[in-house]
């Protein structure tokens, strides 16, 4: 017996048919608009972040801020047993070093060096001369004050290393201020403004520890 065809099925079947090419036809067309905004994004972050630019020059400093910030952690954590100091050590380790990579990271992604010739803070607008006691940039310590805290044990570890780093944590809220005003990106605004933040929350915090151990910032 041969079946017949219903000419309502057949029309049907048309009408699936045209509207999956539709569909197709409409992510397509969504698709090619969509790559040139996305390319055009790209481009404008690039450019922005060029040699010389604030976003440049900030990561870079900042990078190297960070990177002591986290060596002094490291110091005071093998020096004490006191739980807050450790677990303040680790948050600025944990929490410094995945922004330092974030930092680097970008700089890799906009093809510019991780270094310059350029003096420290010229982004800023005003030079950092060396003054030759191992501090490149404001609020570091120098390398007598870290050989210091590497010698010194329990309370008084704690208490110079909450001094260097609320110094270290201050200048450090300058500079990310001076980021989130000048640097031309959205990944460094917003960056630095979570820096601004959680430093000054983290001063605050050093401020009630230090006083607890009879010390001033």
């Given amino acids: 017996m041969t079946a017949v065809t219903s000419p ?3 029309t049907r079947r048309m009408v699936l048919a045209g509207a999956v090419v539709l569909l197709l036809a409409v992510g397509l067309v969504a698709l090619m608009v969509g790559r040139p905004s996305s ?3 790209s481009a404008r972050a690039a ?3 060029a040699e010389g630019s604030a976003d440049a020059g900030f990561a870079r400093d900042m990078a190297i801020h960070h990177q002591q910030a986290v060596e002094m952690s490291f110091i005071v954590r093998d020096r004490t047993e006191d739980e807050d100091v450790r677990r303040l050590a680790y948050d600025i380790i944990n929490t410094q070093a995945n922004q330092r990579g974030m930092m680097l990271g970008w700089l890799e992604q906009w093809g510019l060096p991780k270094s310059s010739a350029e003096p420290p803070m010229t982004w800023m607008g005003h030079t950092m001369k060396p003054t030759g ?5 404001p609020g570091m310590a120098t390398t007598a004050e870290l050989k210091e805290l590497k010698a010194a044990e329990g309370k008084a570890a704690e208490v110079l290393f909450l001094q260097l780093m609320t110094v270290h944590h201050r200048a ?3 500079m990310a201020q001076a980021g989130a ?3 031309g990106t959205d990944v460094i605004r917003n ?3 979570g820096m601004v933040n959680g430093q000054e929350s983290e001063i605050g915090l050093m401020a009630t520890m230090l006083k607890a151990r009879g010390a001033q910032p």
Avoid at 133 to 137: H, R
């Fill in 8 to 10: 309502f099925s057949s």
């Fill in 39 to 41: 390319a055009s994004s």
């Fill in 47 to 49: 450019q922005s972040a």
């Fill in 133 to 137: 006691d191992g501090s490149l940039m």
């Fill in 172 to 174: 450090g809220v300058d």
């Fill in 181 to 183: 005003e000048k640097a």
């Fill in 191 to 193: 960056l630095a403004k």
